[in-house]
Structures are given as C-alpha cells and as structure tokens.
Antibody, heavy 121, light 108 residues
C-alpha cells in the first residue's frame, strides 16, 4: 500500500534551518511528484512547492523561493524539504503528499502524517 | 496567481442533510484542474474530488463535484457524522497551485 512517513517534530530558533524527510513506499517513485503543504496554527492549507520524482524539477511558491529547497533520493525513495532563515510565522504542520504528476504540479492523492515545526526563541 | 474564495465560511447542518460548498476562482481554472480535500483535526488531508468532478478512489458517491471556469461546487448528500470537517478547494491548473481558505462543516 502507498505510504509516506515523515520525520519527527522539530523545534528551531529564528534564522535556523529545518529539513523534513518523507520516506515513501508502495509505488514507483519515479512516476510521481512530491508536493509539500503546510498549515500554520488556526490557518488553512498552504501549497509550498512540488518536486518531480522523475527528474528533480521543482516548482515553488514565489514567496518561499530563495528560502526553500526540495530534493529527492531515488535510491531510498525519500523526499526532503529544507526551509532556511526560519521565522515565527513558519511554525506549522508540514505535510508531504504524493503528487499525481511527475512533470508539473498536480493534485495530491496520498499524504504523510505531518511534521510539526515550531520556531521559537 | 489564481485566488480561490470559498463560501460559506461555516456551514451548520444536521446528519442526513445536504451540503453545498462553493469555490470561486479569481480567473478561469484551466482544464477544470480543481480538487477538493477533506481535512480533520490531527489528520492528513484526504483527496475527495479531482478534475472538478471525478471522485478519488474509495470516496463514497454521496460526494460529488461540479463546475467549470470560475465557479465550482462540492455537494455532500445524506450527511453522515464522519463528514463534519473542513473542506478545501485547490486549483492546480495555474502556477502557483493555490488553496481556498476552507469551509468548516459543523453539526447543527
């Protein structure tokens, strides 16, 4: 069965970086993309960006460009999201999700369990 | 950027009732590339509808989607207790991908 298992909760200080992993199984990683979505406390879902499992191409939300990196390791079918220069408003639950497209950002049919990232001094 | 506006913000209904949730886009969504998700507290979002009207795998037929262009609707007929949650529309036809702000469906 399709599974996406994310790394555990993180507490970071302002200006630090965080890297969240998303280990996948149950499907052919190269045939899909991975999308990252976050939800700040009391807020809605925010699309952050997408990475192709096939060739590593990315598509980011413009406001996060410059602070955001997404990578994949096809040997372990794992995706990574790194956010730098953290601010308090980056405090959120971060989700990875299988994206149905491997060539551009599409919709997401399976989701990880979420990773809480807390930014606090 | 395509801005999605969902209404109402909160919908209060009784089990057995019918829910109609709306999602309006600031510009036409290409190729009806619109999805709906259900999100419950402390759970991952769940895909309900993609392509504006196609049900995702395992989604009961009481969930249906319709619409095109700038106006889309999610209808839930015969509400069950498990359906009370927050619902988001998402467009993936334009870049960047965007979500609506959500509609909370609560038990009346």
């Amino acid at each position: 069965q399709v599974q996406l298992v994310q790394s555990g909760a993180e507490v970071k200080k302002p200006w630090a970086s965080v890297k969240v992993s998303c280990k996948t199984s149950g499907f052919t990683f190269l045939n899909y993309g991975i999308t990252w979505v976050r939800q700040a406390p009391g807020q809605g879902l925010e699309w952050m960006g997408w990475i192709s499992g096939y060739n590593g191409n990315t598509n980011f939300k413009p406001s996060l460009q410059g602070r955001l990196t997404m990578t994949t390791d096809t040997s372990t079918n794992t995706a990574y999201m790194e956010l730098r220069s953290l601010r308090s408003d980056d405090t959120a639950v971060y989700y990875c999700a299988r994206d149905t497209s491997d060539f551009w950002s599409g919709y997401q049919d399976y989701w990880g369990q979420g990773t809480l990232v807390t930014v606090s001094s | 950027e395509i801005v999605l506006t969902q209404f109402p913000g909160t919908l209060s209904l009784s089990p057995g009732g019918r829910a109609t949730l709306s999602c309006r886009a600031s510009q036409s969504v290409p190729s009806r590339n619109l999805a709906w998700y259900q999100h419950k507290t402390d759970q991952a979002p769940r895909l309900l509808i993609y392509g504006a009207s196609s049900r995702a795998t395992g989604i009961p037929d009481r969930f249906s989607g319709s619409g095109s262009g700038t106006d889309f609707t999610l209808t839930i007929s015969r509400l069950e207790a498990e359906d009370f949650a927050v619902y988001y529309c998402q467009q993936y036809g334009g870049s960047p991908v965007t979500f609506g702000q959500g509609t909370r469906l609560e038990i009346k």
